[in-house]
Antibody
Framework: EVQLVESGGGLIQPGGSLRLSCAAS????????MTWVRQAPGKGLEWASVIFSGGNTYYADPVKGRFTISRDNSKNTVYLEVSSLGSEDMAVYYC???????????WGPGTLVTVSS | QSALTQPPSASGSPGQSVTISCTGTSSDIGVYNYVSWYQQHPGKAPKLMIYEVSKRPSGVPDRFSGSKSGNTASLTVFGLQAEDEADYYC??????????FGGGTKLTVL
């Protein structure tokens, strides 16, 4: 059974950094593309970053240069390192798996990042 | 990349049909057939309902249908049921290996 579980969120001061994790089971994270999507409180979904099976990575303009997506194949886990955090980054962060149809068929429950002093 | 444009709300009575539009540009919806739709209930993760414009994943009722014309994609829900009440988001692949979501539509079943 495919499962994704995010962790690593929490309360962080403005300007701080966090590493979010997405532990996968039921498939290999290096066999598909994996995506991070975020959702600010009461707002819509926002695509943030993707890592392709070949290892190439891409970012949305608002996070480029501040966020880094990576994976550890031995742990079957995808990461999102987020830095220089501001209030605009406060959101639930979801990881999701590609269904080989350029859509996201499995999502984790999300992890909340709160930015506050 | 700019967000795709969706109406903020839509509604219909049980048994009726409702269509939600999603307008993009010639850099996303207009040129790629990688439009997907997601349903999100409060406090839950999104659920894939439609991919590649009109394909349904296994387990999604055939009451949900997707289409595209030009720069606009649409999701139609036939035979509305109470459990269809949720937020719906469209998504499209865009240029330069990026994706873009719509702002979301709150569907109310009257």
């Amino acid at each position: 059974e495919v499962q994704l579980v995010e962790s690593g969120g929490g309360l962080i001061q403005p300007g701080g950094s966090l590493r979010l994790s997405c532990a996968a089971s039921g498939f290999a994270v290096n066999s598909v593309y994996m995506t991070w999507v975020r959702q600010a409180p009461g707002k819509g979904l926002e695509w943030a970053s993707v890592i392709f099976s070949g290892g190439n990575t891409y970012y949305a303009d608002p996070v480029k240069g501040r966020f880094t997506i990576s994976r550890d194949n031995s742990k079957n886990t995808v990461y999102l390192e987020v830095s220089s955090l501001g209030s605009e980054d406060m959101a639930v962060y979801y990881c999701a798996r590609d269904n080989s149809g350029w859509a996201l068929d499995y999502w984790g429950p999300g992890t909340l990042v709160t930015v506050s002093s | 990349q700019s967000a795709l444009t969706q109406p903020p709300s839509a509604s219909g009575s049980p048994g009726q049909s409702v269509t939600i539009s999603c307008t993009g540009t010639s850099s996303d919806i207009g040129v790629y057939n990688y439009v997907s739709w997601y349903q999100q209930h409060p406090g839950k993760a999104p659920k894939l309902m439609i991919y590649e414009v009109s394909k349904r994943p296994s387990g999604v009722p055939d009451r949900f249908s997707g289409s595209k014309s030009g720069n606009t994609a649409s999701l139609t829900v036939f035979g509305l049921q109470a459990e269809d009440e949720a937020d719906y988001y469209c998504n499209s692949y865009a240029d330069s290996n990026k994706w873009v979501f719509g702002g979301g539509t709150k569907l109310t079943v009257l």
